[in-house]
């Protein structure tokens, strides 16, 4: 199999961690995401193949496709069951919330007495 590693984005946006993978081309059954304590795995297994025939010759041609990206998340950070994944124009959305200790928290102002 033909093994690439796809281009991944990864953003901490306020209450989130989110994972952005470029993956045109794939339909949504063809990912695999698995959470094995702390380590969030990405994973794609695809298989095309192509027939032409023209009277006595025959041509069949097999691609195969797959990938596996590893991401370790912060310990104690995350809210695994909260974790949700979307595939739309190309591009695999994963969305970690974050857990109320990992939210960043606003400046706090302190009166001087």
């Known amino acids: 199999p033909r093994s690439t590693s796809p281009a991944a984005n990864i953003v901490e946006k306020g209450d989130q961690f989110r994972i952005e993978i470029a993956a045109p081309g794939m339909k949504r059954n063809d990912f695999k995401i698995e959470l094995h304590h702390n380590v969030l795995t990405i994973s794609s297994q695809r298989e095309d193949s192509h027939e032409e025939k023209n009277g006595a010759y025959m041509m069949r ?51 001087v007495a």
């Open 61 to 111: 041609e097999f691609n195969y496709q797959s990938f596996e990206r590893s991401f370790t998340l912060p310990e104690g950070k995350f809210k695994s069951e909260d974790i949700k994944a979307q595939y739309a124009d190309g591009i695999l959305h994963v969305t970690i919330p974050k857990t109320e200790e990992a939210k960043v928290k606003p400046a706090k102002q302190i009166a």
